[in-house]
């Protein structure tokens, strides 16, 4: 009697990275890859993760991920108002950068709990990660694909969520890039250009809000944190290949960042 085993075959198409379109390697500040203890930022090793939690929270750290071949950052659900928020900092590499013109955090996350409205996925913030006060500048995105900021005078809100959605499904990992510049935000998923809602202070046309304002509190902000910076608390995730850049990518480079993974 022999044996059978199922097959499927594929076709795949390959390129040589020089002749793609887009340029994903110049303007990194940060990449943390999450595959060591302590966690370093491996374009200035004297920057690294702590981890950290509020008094009923669970500590954060890293564990292993057979779809991303190796270890990958995770943190727990948690909100600040029962204390069990949890959160990996580390230093802002942006702060004291003059002259910003833009930014892009790129980084492949899965999304633990489909139904979080609010938890944090990252943000920047001046002092407290985990303060709901008021009167706390603040910049986050959360796992319900909502970008907030606020620098106590001027407000805009991406997306704003009223119910939990599938933009990104619960336990799918996703390349999540967020670019902002003076020219506005732009979202993308996997490469892909996402659309977006906006609303400010200063009405709802992303061109008549001041983006040099989010550069300035970006380059004032002390850290930059997972699963810390808004008000609520933090959302259940992994992460890994965390990026950060002291520039805006276009689409080309997104498109080629996702293309190389």
Not at 73 to 95: S, V
Not at 158 to 173: F, S
Not at 202 to 220: E, H, L
Not at 221 to 234: K, N, Q, T
Request: charged residues 20%.
């Amino acid at each position: 009697k022999e044996n059978y085993a199922f097959v499927k075959s594929y076709n795949v198409r390959a390129a040589k990275a020089e002749v793609l379109p887009g340029n994903y390697l110049s303007g990194i500040v940060a990449y943390y890859d999450f595959d060591d203890k302590p966690t370093l930022n491996r374009y200035d090793e004297e920057q690294r993760i702590s981890t950290n939690k509020m008094t009923s929270g669970t500590l954060p750290g890293l564990k292993e991920d057979g779809a991303r071949i190796g270890s990958v950052g995770h943190i727990y659900e948690g909100t600040i108002a029962d204390k069990t928020a949890n959160y990996m900092r580390m230093p802002n590499p942006l702060e004291g950068q003059e002259h910003l013109e833009g930014i892009t955090i790129s980084a492949w996350m899965k999304r633990g709990n489909g139904k979080d409205l609010k938890g944090t996925a990252w943000g920047f913030t001046g002092s407290n990660p985990v303060s709901s006060a008021a009167n706390q500048e603040r910049l986050f995105y959360t796992l319900n694909n909502y970008l907030g900021f606020t620098n106590l005078v001027d407000t805009f809100a991406v997306n704003y969520p009223k119910t939990a959605n599938t933009i990104l499904p619960a336990g799918e990992w996703k390349l999540v890039t967020i670019v902002i510049s003076h020219d506005g935000i732009t979202h993308y998923i996997n490469g892909a250009k996402r659309n977006a809602t906006f609303t400010s202070t200063a009405g709802t046309s992303m061109d008549k809000f001041d983006m040099q304002k989010v550069m300035d509190f970006i380059s004032s902000s002390r850290y930059f944190c997972l699963g810390a910076g808004s008000p609520v608390g933090s959302a259940e995730a992994d992460y890994d290949d965390l990026l950060i850049y002291n520039r805006a990518l276009t689409a080309e480079d997104v498109k080629l960042l996702y293309a190389m993974e």
